[in-house]
């Protein structure tokens, strides 16, 4: 019913920039609240940043000052700008959405595959 696809991950240095995109498709009638997360090897998926529909934002600490979330609502779309990268940024980024199925009353989370992000010189 619903599809979040990530894009944009890749390789870059330390103090590079990436900018992730996710877009989110399907019967979708309204998304609430968007956000990225990210995963460590071996560790919890844990949230990096999360955007309302009127653009309310929360970032994690460690990411404060260098990532920017922004949204597209006309397009159903989630950015993450990533500026002065570190290698301790290195790992698997997944979006999510709060969606409203056409039909429905409720909201679900939706989660895409993820993108990889390396870090490194």
């Known amino acids: 019913q619903v599809q979040l696809v990530e894009s944009g991950g890749g390789l870059v240095q330390p103090g590079g920039s990436l900018r992730l995109s996710c877009a989110a498709s399907?019967?979708?009638?309204?998304?609430?609240?968007m956000g990225w997360y990210r995963q460590f090897p071996g560790k919890e998926r844990e949230l990096v940043t999360k955007?309302?529909?009127?653009?309310?934002?929360n970032y994690g600490d460690s990411v404060k000052g260098r990532f920017t979330i922004s949204r597209d609502n006309a397009k159903n779309t989630v950015y993450l700008q990533m500026n002065s990268l570190k290698p301790e940024d290195t790992a698997v980024y997944y979006c999510?959405?709060?969606?409203?199925?056409?039909?429905?009353?409720?909201?679900?989370?939706?989660w895409g595959k993820g993108t990889l992000v390396t870090v490194s010189s």
């Open positions: 999510n959405g709060d969606v409203q199925v056409f039909g429905t009353e409720d909201y679900a989370v939706y």
């Open positions: 399907g019967l979708i009638f309204s998304i609430n609240t």
């Open positions: 955007i309302s529909r009127r653009g309310n934002t």
